[in-house]
């Protein structure tokens, strides 16, 4: 009977809610199957919207185009809006040519791309973000492009051929060297200048304001205060050029009676960090809803229980936050090696395989969560 009632009183899906409330959902992490009921399994719960992707190969969206829209369609049909992973620096499947692969200060050629390159910008990254977007502008319910730990990493990048020659050599290669405050600057630039063509490569295509690019990465990450320095970012400078931003947490419950007001403050001060770094900018609050320390524990979690997420959520609101964003619904196993990517993400029509579960960890199988957080959620929108 509860369930019927969710049913028959779930408002159809809303161009504007008062608060944008979506999860993650990986669509390889669950059977073809099973796409519809959790879809409308989402609604009911209250949320307004999917971040769909392909764990472990974003790039899936242009390798599995056909299974890509019909999940879009079925999301669009319970009532959601979707918004799409388009990027992950190493998460993809793209053709990795060694002249355009970051290479770190003592030689090591990474398996991500070097964003400061134009000639990678305006060729195999221009081709990439231009089919998605040509693919589905014009799908229903179409909310916008989402770009996954944008800056990550840890080492001082880049040193390749083409920095060598815009820059000059020798290349600073630690703070003590000559040349390196420029040298930070150089890259301050170039990756403004990543950014600008980003954007411009997917508005060309789909000028459509109401599709949102979302540009984040950890909090972790954003907070380290030697990354700028290392990595070459301004992040104010890179991120104004997106609509929207984020610096997404993890958090880390236990059972001490202060552990959800102290996971809810932590949360809210990722969000005034954020909102430091770029004022004026709406805000996508990315938050884990598994509890880190339980992820590859055997048995169900324990936290984040109802209660626990709506702390953040309340505390996000608090703050100004619009859009709630929670990773997430259905999320599987991502530690896995390129041989297994491709095995388990080849193109169509080839069958995707399901990815390593974590079961009763995040929220599809939690159904104790569901009465308590679906009230909460869904009296956001009333």
């Known amino acids: 009977m509860f369930l019927l009632v969710l049913f028959v009183t779930v408002p159809m899906q809303s161009q504007n809610p008062k608060v944008r409330i979506s999860a993650w959902y990986w669509l390889n992490s ?7 009921h959790d879809f409308t399994e989402m609604r009911k719960l209250g949320f307004t919207d999917v971040l769909m992707c392909w764990g472990v190969d974003l790039t899936g969206i242009v390798t599995r185009k056909h299974d890509t829209l019909e999940a879009m369609d079925k999301a669009h049909k319970a009532g959601l809006g979707i918004y799409l992973i388009v990027w992950q620096p190493v998460a993809n499947s793209m053709h990795r040519d060694p002249k355009f692969m970051q290479i770190t200060a003592e030689g090591k050629v990474l398996d991500s791309f070097d964003v400061f390159n134009p000639e990678w910008r305006n060729t195999e990254w221009k081709r990439y973000l231009q089919d998605v977007a040509h693919t589905y502008r014009d799908v229903p319910g179409f909310r916008g492009y989402a770009f996954d730990d944008t800056f990550g990493g840890s080492a001082a990048i880049s040193y390749g051929a083409w920095e060598e020659k815009a820059f000059g050599a020798p290349l600073p290669r630690t703070p003590n060297d000559a040349r390196w405050n420029e040298w930070v600057k150089a890259r301050n630039q170039w990756w403004e200048d990543w950014a600008i063509d980003t954007v411009r490569f997917i508005r060309d295509i789909d000028p459509n304001p109401a599709h949102v690019l979302y540009v984040e990465d950890s909090i972790n990450s954003l907070v380290n205060p030697k990354r700028p320095a290392l990595l070459g970012w301004d992040l104010g400078r890179t991120m104004k050029h997106f609509d929207a931003v984020g610096g997404y947490t993890v958090s880390t419950w236990t059972s001490d009676p202060n552990s959800p007001a102290e996971v809810a403050k932590k949360n809210g001060e990722a969000i005034k960090i954020i909102r430091k ?58 530690k896995v090696t390129k041989e297994q990517m491709a095995q388990q993400m080849p193109p169509e029509p080839a069958p995707y395989q399901i990815t390593g579960q974590f079961p009763q960890k995040f929220m599809w199988d939690r159904p104790e969560l569901f009465e308590k957080l679906g009230k909460y959620l869904r009296s956001l929108n009333r």
């Open 277 to 334: 770094v770029v004022p004026g900018k709406p805000i996508i609050f990315t938050f884990w809803t598994a509890n880190q320390r339980e992820e590859r524990l055997p048995g169900p979690a324990v936290h984040p229980t109802a209660e626990e997420i709506i702390a953040i959520c309340q505390e996000a609101l608090r703050l100004g936050v619009k859009h709630l964003d929670m990773y997430g619904y259905r999320i599987g196993e991502f």
């Open 30 to 36: 669950a059977p073809k199957t099973d796409w519809s």
